[in-house]
């Protein structure tokens, strides 16, 4: 089974930086795109980006645009998705998602067949 796996989240100042991480290791899934949401309390999933994990051709919502970046590599048999954030302001407090199993970049979660369990992202002013 496809498990993924983030890391990274935590505490941080307005202004501050967090990288975060998605570790995916199982079979291999007939996907080649990976991407960033989150979900704050009471809100809808949100898109923040994907990537084309051959090409690494990315695309980004709006709501953390520019001041964001996705990449990946590879160890082993282990994919590793990561999300970079800059400026970070209390309204990106949320839970932060990867997802995968996609067939083309999207911004719509119910193209992503597995996902992980999430990591909070706590901004304070």
């Known amino acids: 089974q496809v498990r993924l796996v983030e890391s990274g989240g935590g505490l941080v100042q307005a202004g501050g930086s967090l990288r975060l991480s998605c570790a995916a290791s199982?079979?291999?899934?007939?996907?080649?795109?990976m991407g960033w949401f989150r979900q704050a309390p009471g809100k809808e999933r949100e898109y923040i980006g994907a990537?084309?994990?051959?090409?690494?051709?990315?695309?980004?919502g709006d709501s953390m645009k520019g001041r964001s970046t996705i990449a990946r590599d590879a160890i082993k048999n282990t994919m590793y998705l990561h999300l970079q954030m800059n400026n970070l302001k209390p309204e990106d407090t949320a839970v932060y998602y990867c997802?995968?199993?996609?067939?083309?970049?999207?911004?719509?979660?119910?193209?992503?067949?597995?996902w992980g369990q999430g990591t909070q992202v706590t901004v304070s002013s």
């Open positions: 997802a995968a199993g996609a067939q083309a970049l999207s911004s719509m979660p119910a193209n992503y067949a597995y």
């Open positions: 199982g079979p291999p899934f007939s996907s080649n795109v």
């Open positions: 990537i084309n994990w051959s090409g690494g051709r990315t695309s980004y």
